[in-house]
């Protein structure tokens, strides 16, 4: 993607589809594309949460081991996963991207607390 996507984010989501594992192989390199064109003021990367979109289908092949998600997060640079589908993605997107700043002011840590309080 260019930069102009980029300007000005915050935080960003990459999301794959579990029924589709090309689109998890090609994570980390949507990851390192995010990175090479945006950081935060202070120089750091966007806080970024990996998705797992399709989780309502029953195959759960790619992310049935949530040690190794966490671990692939951790080495990868994301700020944690989570499972969802699109039926409820765009609602729990929605209620995060409204409190965007308060998430962002937090750092990296509440942040991910903050998401997941965004999904109650």
Not at 24 to 29: G, L, Q, Y
Not at 64 to 85: A, L, P, R, Y
Not at 99 to 109: A, C, F, Q
Request: proline share 4%; charged share 20%.
């Amino acid at each position: 993607m260019t930069r102009v996507y980029y300007r000005e984010a915050m935080g960003a989501f990459i999301v794959f589809d579990v029924t589709r594992p090309a689109t998890f192989e090609a994570v980390t390199k949507w990851k390192e594309d995010l990175d090479s064109k945006l950081v935060l003021p202070n120089g750091k990367p966007v806080p970024t949460v990996l998705l797992a979109n399709k989780c309502d289908q029953g195959i759960d092949v790619l992310v049935n081991n949530g040690i190794k998600m966490d671990q692939f997060c951790k080495e990868n640079g994301f700020v944690g996963w989570f499972e969802t589908s699109a039926k409820v993605m765009f609602p729990f997107l929605f209620k995060c991207f409204s409190k965007y700043r308060e998430i962002v002011s937090l750092g990296h840590n509440a942040y991910l607390a903050k998401l997941l309080s965004c999904w109650n």
